[in-house]
Nanobody
């Protein structure tokens, strides 16, 4: 049974930083793609960043230069370092994993394994 568990969310002021973690279990090997998504009230779920097993990454334009995604294949953990946070970054952040090419890494329908989410709130 695949399980993804996020941690590290919280409340910060504009300009602050948070580091999200996602621990994966039940996935065979490490060749799967992992991604971070966020869902704000009244908006669709949005792909934020994704990383493949080789460490290649993609980001949505709004977080480039501020967020960094990484993963530790030995520990089956991925991270999202979020700096210079803005109020528009507020939302529920979800971890996802599946055997998909990185080119599909920001598309929610590509993933079948999801975590329960962790809330990120950025106040002005």
């Amino acid at each position: 049974q695949v399980q993804l568990v996020e941690s590290g969310g919280g409340s910060v002021q504009t300009g602050g930083s948070l580091r999200l973690s996602c621990a994966a279990s039940g996935l065979t090997g490490s060749t799967y793609c992992m991604g971070w998504f966020r869902h704000a009230p009244g908006k669709e779920r949005e792909g934020v960043a994704a990383v493949d097993s080789d460490g290649n990454t993609i980001y949505t334009d709004s977080v480039k230069g501020r967020f960094t995604i990484s993963r530790d294949n030995a520990k089956n953990v991925q991270y999202l370092q979020m700096n210079s946070l803005k109020p528009e970054d507020t939302g529920m952040y979800y971890c996802a994993a599946d055997w998909v090419p990185l080119t599909l890494g920001l598309r929610p329908p590509a993933y079948s394994h999801w975590g329960q989410g962790t809330q990120v709130t950025v106040s002005s």
